[in-house]
């Protein structure tokens, strides 16, 4: 959980996990405002598949899941998307996919915390994070609503499966033999 809490922390240059009052207590714990001032001078713009976003997407779903467990991650993940969606950048399941990609990394890690060693060794993105070509992105409220209906609705549904299942079959979540 502390090398996972420390992912997201260090990933994050948004203020929203720390300003949020279920999460403010533990991120200002974990990382006091002048640690993370030193933090942000050096950070530069960490990437997955070429994006800053699917970075952050990524480690503080993994850091909200060792935090508060899969469901909230994945609650926040939606939650943020639904809000980009209503005068952001738009709603994104690539945003989505590295969301799920963050919590399913988490999970391995949390149930099998010994994995960790034999990650740094052979870690490659594209082994834990979907790339995010060809997933829709930048929907407005309007037009989700008009594609995909509601989070209950049987499209989104659908597509929210679908990418389960294709972060699923990623190599580094397959058991190895």
């Not at 960490?46 to 993994?62: E, I, K, Y």
Request: positive net charge; charged residues 30%.
């Amino acid at each position: 959980p502390a090398f996972l809490l420390a992912l997201g922390i260090a990933l994050d240059d948004s203020s929203l996990l720390r300003t949020n009052w279920v999460t403010r207590g533990l991120w200002r714990k974990i990382e006091p405002d002048a640690a993370r001032k030193q933090r942000l001078a050096v950070l530069g713009e960490p990437t997955l598949h070429g994006r800053h976003d699917l970075a952050q997407h990524f480690s503080v779903s993994a850091a909200l899941t060792a935090a508060a467990g899969p469901q909230a991650a994945e609650n926040a993940g939606v939650l943020k998307e639904l809000l980009d969606a209503r005068g952001g950048s738009g709603f994104s399941f690539a945003d989505l996919a590295a969301d799920f990609a963050g919590i399913a990394f988490a999970r391995r890690l949390l149930d099998k915390p010994r994995q960790l060693a034999e990650m740094e060794k052979s870690f490659r993105i594209a082994d834990y994070v979907l790339s995010p070509r060809g997933l829709p992105e930048g929907l407005t409220a309007a037009e989700f609503t008009k594609k995909y209906g509601s989070l209950k609705d049987e499209r989104y549904l659908r597509m929210q499966e679908d990418i389960r299942k294709r972060v699923a079959a990623l190599p580094g979540y397959c058991e190895k033999k």
